[in-house]
């Protein structure tokens, strides 16, 4: 299994920019898929956004497309969420997520590891 940790969550207005971090270690990173997911209180956990190995493809839920950007740089083990344009129901933990496979995938059942989380919360 590959460890995950992010980085980067906090309170920010309606309309404002967060950047998360996911920082890997103990496996070849560029083997695996990352994927963002969330979870707000009294919901189940969602898919955000998914990137492949090598950066080249994306996949984005509908609800954050034209607003977050997923990024890596496997020089650096880490994956990234740019969130632009914030709304309040942004607000839930960021779990970063890593599947070792070629393919993305957009069900949390597909990915074998976890980070315990960044709290993202977007006022009004």
């Known amino acids: 299994q590959v460890q995950l940790v992010e980085a980067g969550g906090g309170l920010v207005q309606a309309g404002g920019s967060l950047r998360l971090s996911c920082a890997a270690s103990?496996?070849?990173?560029?083997?695996?898929?990352m994927a963002w997911f969330r979870q707000a209180p009294g919901k189940e956990r969602e898919f955000v956004a998914a990137?492949?190995?090598?950066?080249?493809?994306?996949s984005y839920a509908d609800s954050v497309k034209g607003r977050f950007t997923a990024s890596r740089d496997n020089a650096k083990n880490t994956v990234y969420l740019q969130m632009h344009n914030l709304k309040p129901e942004d607000t839930a933990v960021y779990y970063c997520?890593?599947?070792?496979?070629?393919?993305?995938?957009?069900?949390?059942?597909?990915?074998?590891?976890w980070g315990q989380g960044t709290q993202v919360t977007v006022s009004s």
């Open positions: 997520a890593a599947r070792f496979a070629i393919r993305l995938a957009t069900t949390s059942g597909d990915y074998g590891s």
């Open positions: 103990g496996r070849t990173f560029s083997n695996y898929i």
């Open positions: 990137i492949s190995r090598d950066g080249a493809k994306t």
